[in-house]
Protein backbone atom coordinates (compact mmCIF):
# COMPACT_ATOMS: atom_id res chain seq x y z
CA UNK A 1 0.00 0.00 0.00
CA UNK A 2 2.92 2.65 1.03
CA UNK A 3 4.53 1.47 -2.14
CA UNK A 4 1.64 2.40 -4.60
CA UNK A 5 1.22 5.46 -2.84
CA UNK A 6 4.57 6.29 -3.28
CA UNK A 7 4.51 5.66 -7.01
CA UNK A 8 1.60 8.01 -7.60
CA UNK A 9 4.13 11.00 -6.97
CA UNK A 10 6.76 11.01 -10.04
CA UNK A 11 9.60 8.96 -8.45
CA UNK A 12 12.60 7.81 -11.17
CA UNK A 13 12.47 3.68 -12.49
CA UNK A 14 15.83 3.26 -10.60
CA UNK A 15 13.56 4.75 -7.29
CA UNK A 16 10.73 2.47 -7.72
CA UNK A 17 13.39 -0.42 -8.35
CA UNK A 18 14.76 0.01 -5.06
CA UNK A 19 11.55 0.41 -2.99
CA UNK A 20 10.63 -3.19 -4.70
CA UNK A 21 13.70 -4.02 -3.32
CA UNK A 22 13.04 -2.53 0.11
CA UNK A 23 9.49 -3.89 0.23
CA UNK A 24 11.07 -7.76 -0.61
CA UNK A 25 13.26 -7.20 1.77
CA UNK A 26 11.33 -6.33 4.18
CA UNK A 27 8.43 -9.14 4.10
CA UNK A 28 11.33 -11.47 4.09
CA UNK A 29 12.39 -10.15 7.35
CA UNK A 30 8.86 -10.70 8.56
CA UNK A 31 8.61 -13.92 7.81
CA UNK A 32 11.64 -14.73 9.87
CA UNK A 33 9.96 -12.35 12.68
CA UNK A 34 6.97 -14.62 12.33
CA UNK A 35 8.99 -17.67 12.31
CA UNK A 36 10.80 -16.99 15.56
CA UNK A 37 7.60 -15.81 17.49
CA UNK A 38 6.29 -18.77 16.20
CA UNK A 39 8.79 -20.96 17.78
CA UNK A 40 8.51 -19.03 21.01
CA UNK A 41 5.21 -20.00 21.20
CA UNK A 42 5.85 -23.89 20.78
CA UNK A 43 9.14 -23.57 23.35
CA UNK A 44 5.90 -21.97 25.97
CA UNK A 45 3.44 -24.54 25.21
CA UNK A 46 0.84 -22.26 23.61
CA UNK A 47 1.21 -24.33 20.08
CA UNK A 48 1.59 -27.89 20.10
CA UNK A 49 3.21 -30.02 17.50
CA UNK A 50 2.32 -33.63 16.12
CA UNK A 51 4.78 -36.00 14.95
CA UNK A 52 3.34 -38.67 13.08
CA UNK A 53 4.11 -40.96 10.03
CA UNK A 54 3.26 -40.13 6.62
CA UNK A 55 4.62 -40.53 3.09
CA UNK A 56 6.84 -37.49 1.78
CA UNK A 57 6.64 -38.55 -1.81
CA UNK A 58 2.40 -38.55 -1.41
CA UNK A 59 3.06 -35.00 0.28
CA UNK A 60 5.33 -33.59 -2.47
CA UNK A 61 2.76 -35.50 -5.06
CA UNK A 62 0.02 -33.29 -3.42
CA UNK A 63 1.96 -29.89 -3.24
CA UNK A 64 2.85 -30.38 -7.11
CA UNK A 65 -1.25 -30.79 -7.51
CA UNK A 66 -1.51 -26.93 -5.74
CA UNK A 67 0.72 -25.37 -8.13
CA UNK A 68 -0.60 -27.27 -11.40
CA UNK A 69 -2.86 -24.33 -12.33
CA UNK A 70 -0.46 -21.89 -11.86
CA UNK A 71 1.93 -24.04 -13.60
CA UNK A 72 -0.02 -24.36 -16.46
CA UNK A 73 -1.29 -21.00 -16.55
CA UNK A 74 2.21 -19.99 -17.48
CA UNK A 75 2.68 -22.91 -19.62
CA UNK A 76 5.78 -23.71 -17.43
CA UNK A 77 6.01 -27.45 -16.41
CA UNK A 78 6.80 -28.60 -12.97
CA UNK A 79 7.71 -32.02 -11.77
CA UNK A 80 9.24 -34.06 -8.80
CA UNK A 81 11.34 -36.35 -9.16
CA UNK A 82 11.36 -38.78 -5.60
CA UNK A 83 13.58 -42.30 -5.39
CA UNK A 84 12.14 -45.33 -3.10
CA UNK A 85 15.15 -45.77 -0.36
CA UNK A 86 14.37 -46.34 3.25
CA UNK A 87 14.51 -43.07 4.08
CA UNK A 88 10.94 -42.29 2.35
CA UNK A 89 9.17 -42.65 5.39
CA UNK A 90 10.86 -40.44 8.19
CA UNK A 91 9.21 -39.03 11.59
CA UNK A 92 8.87 -35.82 10.29
CA UNK A 93 6.73 -33.19 12.16
CA UNK A 94 4.63 -31.23 9.24
CA UNK A 95 5.19 -27.79 10.46
CA UNK A 96 8.85 -28.35 11.76
CA UNK A 97 10.82 -30.63 9.75
CA UNK A 98 12.78 -33.29 10.42
CA UNK A 99 13.02 -35.03 13.61
Not at 3 to 21: D, G, R
Not at 76 to 98: H, W, Y
Amino acid sequence: MFLEQLIIFTVSKKAIKMLNIITNQLNLLLCLVNDVLDMKMIEQGIYSTKCEEFNPKDTLNFILTIFEPQSQMLKTIISIKTVDSIFMKPLMDRTLGFH
